[in-house]
């Protein structure tokens, strides 16, 4: 009958040396994956609310906003917050009382900063009984904190509300944006 014998104290150092080796050689690429999948997801919950605000518009027969949170019954200022989209009869970029919120969604999972530039300056979205914003086009930029311009992504809007993701055509690991300049973080 044989004995079992346990491990030695240099088997169980030689073991946890390769463990930390192959954990620090993996770690960098979880971080990369990490800041990847953060932008995508937030941009991908933001096309869902335009589409939304875009299929509530139709329905309803009415103007729908899409605006930062805040904690009143007006617009926020900050994207990365998250966002309102309500039904705004009036278009005055203001729940009142006879209009309804149709959902307010967060990016909890967002490890970045997310900005909106419209035509005219904008900081919100409207959307026609129509489908198609109200005289607006405009891109939303994700940057992670980091700021590593091979992270951001873009979500695209043009005037009829259809969408489109920023895509690196170039091949040179950062996307571009509608005129075909290099998404920047700074």
């Not at 960098?28 to 299929?55: C, D």
């Amino acid at each position: 009958m044989e004995q079992s014998r346990g491990i030695t104290l240099f088997e169980l150092l030689l073991a946890l040396s390769v463990v930390s080796v192959l954990g620090a050689i993996s770690l960098p690429n979880f971080r990369s994956l990490a800041q990847s999948i953060s932008g995508e997801v937030t941009l991908r919950r933001l096309a869902n609310a335009v589409q939304l605000g875009k299929s509530s518009a139709i329905t309803q027969g009415t103007m729908i906003t899409l605006c930062p949170l805040s904690d009143g019954p007006e617009c926020g200022r900050d994207w990365h917050d998250g966002l309102r989209i309500f039904s705004d009869v009036n278009g005055n970029r203001r729940v009142d009382p006879q209009e309804s919120i149709i959902r307010q969604i967060g990016f909890p999972e967002s490890n970045g900063r997310l900005r909106f530039r419209a035509f005219q300056n904008k900081q919100y979205l409207q959307i026609t009984s129509l489908g198609i914003t109200r005289n607006q086009n405009g891109n939303f930029t994700y940057c992670p904190i980091s700021g590593e311009s091979s992270f951001a992504r873009q979500l695209i809007i043009n005037r009829t509300a259809r969408l489109r993701f920023a895509q690196d055509s170039d091949g040179d690991g950062i996307r571009e944006d509608s005129r075909g300049r290099p998404l920047d973080c700074e």
